[in-house]
């Protein structure tokens, strides 16, 4: 019944910048941790960024010091900030919510969202 929707990836240049958003909708009472991941062509699915409510964020070693995980709590919306994009960052990135209590007091695990398309190119 939780839904996330990403938006906001496309096509940029090396060395440019993308923003992406994840949007939980549904009868939401609180996510405790959003996270991106991605997965290009023949690689295996790669963790991107983690934050947990009030936590520190956590990132991928490729992210660090490019990318930045951001949350706005009041609309269950997690960002991705991408900086410094490389041919390599090329993929589908995907928002993932692991545990979401409901309004009704249920736990819906592991909702992902359907991924939006981010190409670099050279």
């Known amino acids: 019944q939780v839904h996330l929707v990403e938006s906001g990836g496309g096509l940029v240049q090396a060395g440019g910048s993308l923003r992406l958003s994840c949007e939980a909708t549904?009868?939401?009472?609180?996510?405790?941790?959003m996270a991106w991941y991605r997965q290009a062509p023949g690689k295996q699915r790669e963790s991107v960024a983690i934050m947990a409510s009030g936590g520190t964020p956590s990132y991928g070693e490729f992210a660090k010091g490019r990318f930045t995980i951001s949350r706005d709590r009041s609309k269950n919306t997690a960002y991705l900030q991408m900086d410094s994009l490389k041919p390599e960052d090329t993929a589908v990135y995907y928002c993932n919510a692991p545990w979401v209590v409901t309004t009704s007091g249920k736990i819906e695990h592991d909702t992902w969202g359907q991924g939006t398309q981010v190409t670099v190119s050279s």
């Open positions: 549904g009868p939401i009472s609180s996510i405790n941790t």
